[in-house]
């Protein structure tokens, strides 16, 4: 199975504090797409990272991905009591359906 | 910013009884998913639709699902015959392009409850 597997399943750090989330995968992948899900609602795309890309921003996100190791990180700089949320990464692979992890929970206690 | 939209937002149904999940897509996105969360669980997917017809389904989707685009706006989902395992939030999502070149755009969801 191609699917990612966040690392830690739950993580609580104080508001300002960085928060890091790590995804690990298995097949050869297309692109790696990281999500947020806020309690009962839906996924909120945040960012996408190719095959060929190693690190990728938009705001206070910064994503990795190493092909080598079949992994990847997510990095929320300077967290916000509204960044609490789970964040699922998921993997693209050929032409198969995007996978979703299990998600990390990330408490931002103010 | 278009949003995909879903109704109900809860649907609560008995065991046996059919349900249809409603979602309206982002007007301009080719590509039409059903997803399903179980409560606190990994997000699965269950159907992928483009051109009219199914482009991949998973295991899950057996015979009691079906799909379908019956105007150029709303996209359903049908469950012919809920089991209480059926129990889940249901996403239906959007892409401009295949899946693994464009980011999904999700709704917020129907929470399905069979009883």
Known sequence: SQQGEEDP?????????????????????????WYRQNSGRGLVHLILIRSNEREKHSGRLRVTLDTSKKSSSLLITASRAADTASYFCATASGNTPLVFGKGTRLSVIA | EPEVTQTPSHQVTQMGQEVILRCVPISNHLYFYWY???????????????????????EIFDDQFSVERPDGSNFTLKIRSTKLEDSAMYFCA???ALQYNSPLHFGNGTRLTVT
């Not at chain 2, 997000?43 to 199914?54: D, P, T």
Request: aromatic fraction near 8%; charge should be negative; proline fraction near 0%.
């Open chain 2, 36 to 58: 399903r969360q179980i409560l606190g669980q990994k997000v699965e997917f269950l159907v992928s639709f483009y051109n009219n017809e199914i482009s991949e389904k998973s």
């Open chain 2, 94 to 96: 959007s892409s401009e």
């Open chain 1, 9 to 33: 399943q739950a993580l609580s750090i104080q508001e300002g504090e960085n928060a890091t989330m790590n995804c690990s995968y298995k097949t050869s992948i297309n692109n790696l797409q």
